[in-house]
């Protein structure tokens, strides 16, 4: 399935506050990137930013949202639920998302972009392949990026490395 590039009101607004989160991470001294976990009827379920500034570098919004939905979820409610988040999935927590059996997923800025960004400032790539959702969890629906609020996450990203966006 190929990313899908029209998001309505509603993705925009949980899109937004996972901008928000990845802000909020990078203020707390972590990488920047949130996610959102909404429920079929549209309320948020639980939220999260980056927490790998302490070393565990399995510490992303996605995974925990994976763990949390396997925790205190149906399956039938995590499947109809979706995930906002301001950077597409790593293959880690797209496995994650697909093996707990989570719905749609909708992110601000792709993987791939983020990796761009990164070689035009010259850092180095990092250490696992930015492999699409789709690659990794052929059978996950996703929506993005965004373009407005990607450039709030290029700039965070920018703010992160010490360069000009």
């Known amino acids: 399935m190929e990313p899908q590039l029209d998001l309505n009101d509603d993705d925009r607004r949980f899109l937004t506050r996972s901008v928000d989160l ?3 991470a990078l203020a707390a001294g972590d990488e920047p990137f949130g996610s959102v976990l909404v429920d079929a ?11 790998v500034a302490g070393g565990d570098h399995t510490r992303h919004p996605e995974f925990e949202i994976a763990r949390r939905a396997a925790e205190h979820l149906t399956p039938e409610q995590r499947a109809e639920s979706v995930v906002f988040t301001s950077g597409e999935h790593c293959p880690m927590c797209s496995a994650a998302h697909a093996w707990v059996g989570l719905g749609r997923i909708v992110y601000a800025s ?3 972009q983020v990796s761009a960004w990164h070689k035009d400032w010259g850092l180095a790539p990092g250490p696992v392949l930015p492999l699409r959702v789709q690659d990794v969890a052929p059978g996950i629906e996703v929506a993005g990026p965004d373009p407005e609020l990607s450039s709030q ?13």
């Open 110 to 112: 792709r993987s791939q």
């Open 153 to 165: 996450v290029r700039n965070l990203h920018a703010r992160l490395h010490g360069v000009d966006a």
């Open 22 to 24: 990845a802000r909020e």
């Open 41 to 51: 009827d549209g309320r948020e379920l639980f939220a999260d930013r980056n927490r």
